[in-house]
């Protein structure tokens, strides 16, 4: 959900806060533990946020989550902070 439509939910529920939807970013490869910075075009995850490399994914993986069996694809990129 966008920040427009949390505000809005906590407005009309008043117990309920907006909450930040943010991915994790976790910094590094679950198999081969690759460092895999926030920028990282080669980062991939899964609906649960489970994070490998592309190497592992494609290779080891074959584009599949070890942990929960969803698909693996590639992770959106965060700008480094200046």
């Not at 920040?3 to 679950?30: F, G, N, S, T, Y």
């Not at 080891?60 to 902070?81: E, Q, Y």
Request: glycine content about 2%; some cysteine.
């Amino acid at each position: 959900m966008d920040r427009e439509v949390l505000d809005m939910l906590a407005d009309w529920h008043p117990q309920m806060e907006a909450i930040d939807m943010a991915l994790e970013m976790r910094p590094k490869c679950e198999l081969c533990n690759r460092k895999l910075p926030a920028d990282s075009t080669v980062a991939r995850i899964c609906s649960y946020e489970c994070t490998f490399c592309a190497d592992c994914a494609e290779r080891v993986l074959h584009d599949v989550c070890p942990n929960c069996g969803g698909v693996l694809v590639p992770r959106p990129t965060r700008a480094a902070r200046v």
